[in-house]
């Protein structure tokens, strides 16, 4: 099993990127759970956006409107589109996926077997 996260970078505040993370060796099976999480230095996993295999999908209150999350079943693959990014969005961002994963769990970190490797986003004021 293996995660591969990219597409973190370098911003200014307002500027935007997009995360993509593909996973391999999983079969998803018409259920389970994709998420991205970030972590800042000295903290705990903090959760951001999740999304089912139906598509719908859940955020955390301080990216709502700003930040969208995708997939593509076909290719296991979850997209995070980051838009109007501000400093304090600066950390190294996880993806995470559980094929069993219900709904009440999309939140919760500890709930997720497989983790990418992360990428770090940097947003400069």
């Known amino acids: 099993v293996q995660l591969q996260a990219s597409g973190g970078g370098l911003v200014q505040t307002g500027g935007s990127l997009r995360l993509s993370c593909t996973a391999s060796?999983?079969?998803?099976?018409?259920?389970?759970?994709m998420a991205w999480f970030r972590q800042s230095s000295g903290k705990e996993h903090e959760f951001v956006a999740g999304?089912?295999?139906?598509?719908?999908?859940i955020y955390a209150d301080s990216v709502k409107g700003r930040f969208t999350i995708s997939r593509e079943n076909a290719k296991n693959t979850v997209f995070l589109q980051m838009i109007n990014l501000q400093p304090e969005d600066s950390a190294v961002y996880y993806c995470?996926?559980?094929?069993?994963?219900?709904?009440?769990?999309?939140?919760?970190?500890?709930?997720?077997?497989?983790w990418g490797q992360g990428t770090q986003v940097t947003v400069s004021s």
């Open positions: 995470a996926a559980n094929p069993r994963g219900i709904l009440s769990t999309v939140r919760l970190a500890d709930q997720y077997p497989n």
């Open positions: 060796g999983l079969t998803f099976s018409r259920g389970g759970n």
């Open positions: 999304i089912r295999y139906s598509g719908s999908t």
